[in-house]
């Protein structure tokens, strides 16, 4: 960075000039840009809720879920990443992944169960707080295997703003909101922070490289159009059928965590009987 670009706010190394004499280069800017525009749009997605627009309101969350997810892309890809904007990025995080999906929830349903589905919408924004704090943390972690960089400690935040609104989707389906199920939403959307905070390892997806086979092009593609258009003709279908999809991942994320332990495991118990034999000869 040359010496007018560099910003105290932005530049890792502040430099002793004032702010009035900085220049700074707008690929620094046009990620942050991105973060302010999805947490506007989780903002709105609470008003709308509050308005009962709900359909307007899920629509705004969703939208500030994906601004979000590709802020951070987008300044890797533009080498525009700076530490201000990383700190951007978690308290959008906080705001489009926890508070406006509960927010919109208790809006839609939660409300009816009183009290319980309040402390519910509480207990969802809580441990996303915790959840995006003990991944901030882990990113420091250096001494792990290579292969848990395949997975995510807990249900990612995205993930959990996507599960925790299933039932508004199904009420966008017929499935009346009632008092009854009011309170079986408030008992899922524990159970989704649950599984925000807990230690199951699900799988991120890493693990497939940013490379694909010539063969998987053409198929990859397809499927993207495919899902995309499904999304938009038949939305809360699809969104449901995702939420289930993710549910049924779980185990498997699970069965491979452990074969992958089991592997170091049985490395590291072969490389001791190795040592040990060396010793003795």
């Keep these: 960075m040359s010496e007018q670009e560099a910003d105290p706010l932005f530049d890792e190394k502040p430099q002793v000039r004032g702010l009035t004499s900085s220049r700074i280069p707008m690929r620094y800017l046009a990620p942050n840009v991105i973060t302010v525009l999805a947490i506007c749009a989780g903002l709105t997605g609470i008003r709308l809720a509050f308005e009962n627009r709900f359909e307007l309101a899920v629509s705004m969350v969703l939208l500030a879920a994906f601004l979000d997810g590709i802020d951070g892309r987008i300044a890797r890809m533009m080498k525009g990443s700076t530490k201000f904007g990383a700190q951007m990025d978690s308290l959008a995080d906080i705001v489009n992944f926890g508070v406006a999906p509960a927010l919109v929830l208790y809006a839609y349903m939660l409300d009816q169960a009183r009290s319980f589905g309040w402390i519910a919408a509480l207990l969802y924004c809580i441990a996303c707080c915790l ?100 999304l938009m003709s038949y939305t809360w279908q699809t969104l449901t059928l995702t939420t289930i999809a993710f549910f049924t991942t779980l185990p498997f994320s699970a069965r491979a965590w452990k074969r992958f332990e089991a592997a170091d495991a049985s490395a590291a118990l072969a490389s001791a009987e190795k040592d040990g034999s060396e010793a003795v000869s």
Excluded at 131 to 156: C, E, H, I, S
Excluded at 167 to 190: D, I, K, Q, S, W
């Design 131 to 230: 959840r995006l704090a003990r991944f901030n943390v882990m990113l420091d972690v250096v001494d792990k295997p290579l292969w848990q960089n395949n997975f995510f400690t807990g249900v990612p935040a995205p993930a959990g703003a996507m599960l925790v609104m299933l039932p508004v989707y199904l009420g966008f389906l017929g499935l009346a909101p009632t008092r009854t199920l009011a309170f079986a939403a408030a008992a899922y959307t524990v159970g989704v922070a649950i599984l925000m905070i807990s230690r199951l390892p699900v799988y991120s997806g890493k693990a497939a490289g940013t490379k694909l086979r010539s063969d998987w092009v053409m198929p990859t593609f397809l499927f993207i159009v495919v899902y995309v258009a499904f």
